[in-house]
């Protein structure tokens, strides 16, 4: 790039900043920076420098913005959705979810609908950590616990003219008699992920457990920049039933506080005993060594076997979910 070429292109992202913003005292404009440093001889790495001008500003707009190689583009868009899928004892199903990708949809709701029609106990959804981008996915994995209200989400622009509205489907598909789902979250469950959160708290047989989201729920889209760079910015607010959770995430119905724990917590020792253990003690105690180390994950447990213990055996069942109210 020219330096011509480089001043043209500062130029034009100034002109775009002082059509949002007035003039305030500050630093001196970038092109003056720029013309000091050629003034004195100092010399500076222009692709460097320019890079740096762009992240600087695309931050300062939004701070989960990033400017992405091609190689960093197509790295992002082949990730996978589901990190890990366990069945543990009880009928109790574990599903870590990494993020709300593109492959998000078919993959979630494969295991959700397999544990439902199989009548497992319930399932604990990990998104703690958990971000992505991909609207369609959280469509129809919402639409699994979405039955009453057929809009969804609503995106708006800058001025907060609606640019989209999200509702149910006739093609979505349902579940027969909904599975408990507790959907684990954390200060980093973000984006598509939070979406979904926000989406689906409240809802029957749902249970949201851990602290508040991020609160970072906007939508980023993939802007090509240059033939080498795609950036990646909010261009959309998102708001569920009305509520735009930027700066705020969502609470949670169970508040759980993990920070501190090391995850090294132990079981006590096992009761030395004559009598061989039972199958049902060893598969409990199995549980409860999987689980007692994570704060979230052993209350998520409690909570499903209580409710387990509420319904027949094996029985299809649509299991209300329990009031937070009294719950610590």
């Known amino acids: 790039m020219s330096l011509r070429l480089f001043y043209s292109f500062i130029a034009v992202l100034m002109m775009c900043l002082c059509a949002f913003c007035q003039e305030v005292e500050g630093p001196r404009p970038i092109e003056d920076v720029y ?29 989960g913005a990033m400017l992405l190689t091609a190689e960093q583009f197509h790295a992002m ?10 069945e543990w004892p009880e009928d109790i199903c574990y599903l870590k979810v990494r993020g709300i990708f593109r492959d998000a949809g078919d993959e979630i709701i494969e295991h959700l609908k397999k544990w439902n029609d199989s009548g497992k106990a319930g399932v604990i959804m990990d998104l703690r950590g958990s971000g992505g981008e991909s609207l369609p996915s959280v469509d ?19 001025r907060g003219e609606i640019i989209q509205t999200h509702r149910l489907s006739v093609d979505n598909e349902t579940l027969d008699g909904n599975i408990p789902l507790l ?47 795609i950036l990646h910015i909010v261009t959309r607010r998102v708001y569920v039933n009305g509520v735009q959770y930027e700066g705020v995430g969502v609470l949670p119905d169970v508040a759980v506080n993990s920070d501190g724990v090391d995850g090294k917590r132990k079981l006590p020792p096992k009761v ?28 998520a447990t409690d909570i499903l076997l209580a409710m387990k213990a509420t319904v027949t055996y094996g029985k299809k069942t649509t299991v209300d979910t329990p009031s937070p109210t009294g719950i610590h």
């Open 35 to 63: 013309k000091i440093l050629l003034d004195h001889n100092i010399a500076f790495d222009l692709n460097k420098t320019r890079r740096a001008t762009v992240e600087g500003l695309i931050k300062a707009v939004d701070s």
């Open 77 to 86: 868009m082949i990730r996978t959705s589901v990190e890990k899928v366990e």
């Open 140 to 158: 129809r994995i919402a639409a699994l616990y979405v039955s009453d209200d057929p809009l969804l989400y609503l995106l708006k622009d800058g």
């Open 183 to 229: 959907l684990l979250v954390d200060k980093a469950t973000t984006a598509a992920s939070e979406l979904l959160v926000a989406i689906l708290k409240n809802r029957k047989g749902v249970l949201v457990i851990g602290v508040s989201t991020s609160g970072d729920i906007s939508y980023r889209e993939n802007v090509p920049l240059s033939q080498d760079e």
């Open 272 to 299: 030395i005993s004559i009598k061989p253990e039972s199958a049902k003690a060893k598969s409990d105690r199995d549980l409860m060594e999987k689980v007692f180390p994570d704060p979230v994950l052993l209350r």
